[in-house]
């Protein structure tokens, strides 16, 4: 235990989070067992030691950080372990990816029935399924999830501005005014295009090569989290792979299921079940007309983020759509987005539409009952808001 202690006061001393994430303020503390999801990248785990770090003095023995990586929990259960630590007077144990852990789920249940003065924080992986896969945790956990960089988080990042977020709804009521307390402090321009080639995941702070680093954690969403999670045989990982990249270089609007099923060598049923993964993963979007939802085919499928469109194929890079990627994945923290009726249009929340415009195409014939979200400008007027300001909303 007391190596433990040592690695804990170690991590939490040299944590360093550049961005206080706006989710540190929305989970309820007080809930004794927390989950926290998220893809792999966007900082789970600076974000459990970023909390002992703000709550508890990093020698300090009623908070611990452990990760399931450690061998050590081969031969140990969680809840033999949160016994031994509780008794110790023990009372927030971090726990780092733990679904390493075989019957995790029904640990974390011991730990809850068994030691009732006892916080668990625990992250996992976006594909997992707390409360659907785990009825055990049914009524006792809390889940949330952690998204990678908003813009305005990327935006503070790099210019050591304090930019709160806004709602949708103040947005749309007041982006003209919003915009004039920004733009007098920083340009959004300067910052937009490296944004949406390397800013949503964290690691690009680090000093390896971005691209190379997030193609090695796409592989590890396809091979640990879909493959171990879901229970994958190893030799459907190239199928998987495949298709991710088919469905990330597709040029129509919906994915031909047929067409796929044929390619990878398997069933209709199969494929959409591999969408769904993948969609899970946080490695695409699917995006459907309002009122339907899986399991029936999307009307379109999109990068998860446009930092995957630069990584998966690079020179075929579409302006437009890396733009409405841009918008989607904004949109999606709190937000439900379908496809219009209407070729270009979104519906947001079933009743606002919205259509992604370049501002410098003068042929476009604006209309009332939609919001335009302009790129290649800063400022907007009525209906006409800026893009980029939408990255402000989380």
Request: glycine share 4%.
């Amino acid at each position: 235990m007391d190596a433990f202690y040592r690695t804990h006061a170690y991590l939490v001393e040299h944590a360093n989070a550049p961005v206080r994430r706006t989710l540190m303020d929305e989970i309820d503390w007080n809930d004794r067992m927390i989950g926290i999801k998220g893809t792999r990248g966007v900082g789970k785990t600076t974000f459990l030691l970023q909390y002992a770090k703000e709550n508890f003095d990093a020698r300090d023995s009623r908070c611990l950080y452990v990760n399931m990586n450690n061998f050590y929990f081969q031969g140990r259960g969680i809840a033999d372990f949160a016994g031994d630590f509780y008794r110790r007077g023990g009372k927030v144990l971090l726990i780092d990816q733990v679904f390493k852990q075989p019957d995790w789920s029904k640990e974390l249940r011991r730990c809850y029935d068994s030691y009732p003065k006892l916080k668990i924080v625990f992250t996992g992986s976006s594909v997992m399924r707390l409360k659907e896969e785990n009825p055990e945790l049914n009524g006792i956990v809390k889940s949330y999830n952690l998204r990678g960089f908003s813009f305005r988080e990327f935006i503070n990042l790099q210019t050591g501005n304090k930019f709160p977020a806004y709602t949708l709804e103040e947005i749309l009521a007041d982006h003209e005014h919003i915009v004039k307390s920004i733009l007098p402090k920083v340009s959004p321009s300067k910052y937009f295009q490296d944004y949406i080639h390397h800013g949503f995941y964290p690691f690009f702070l680090e000093h390896r090569n971005f691209s190379e680093n997030l193609l090695k954690t796409m592989n590890m969403m396809t091979e640990v989290d879909i493959l171990l999670i879901k229970q994958i045989e190893l030799k459907y990982l190239t199928k998987i792979k495949k298709l991710f990249y088919m469905l990330a270089v597709e040029e129509t609007k919906a994915p031909n299921i047929s067409h796929l099923a044929q390619e990878i060598e398997t069933s209709r049923a199969t494929v959409m079940n591999y969408i769904k993964y993948l969609a899970d993963a946080r490695l695409i979007n699917m995006i459907y007309p309002v009122g339907q939802a899986f399991p029936k085919k999307p009307a379109k499928v999109m990068m998860h983020n446009t930092n995957l469109m630069y990584a998966i194929y690079p020179i075929k890079v579409n302006k437009q759509k890396l733009m409405e990627t841009f918008f989607i994945n904004s949109m999606w923290k709190d937000h439900l987005v379908n496809e219009g009726s209407k070729e270009g249009i979104y519906m947001v929340d079933k009743d606002r539409k919205f259509r992604i415009v370049d501002a410098d195409n003068t042929k476009i014939r604006y209309a009332p009952d939609t919001i335009y979200a302009r790129y290649n400008t800063e400022i907007g007027k009525e209906n006409k808001i800026p893009l980029w300001l939408l990255g402000f909303l989380y």
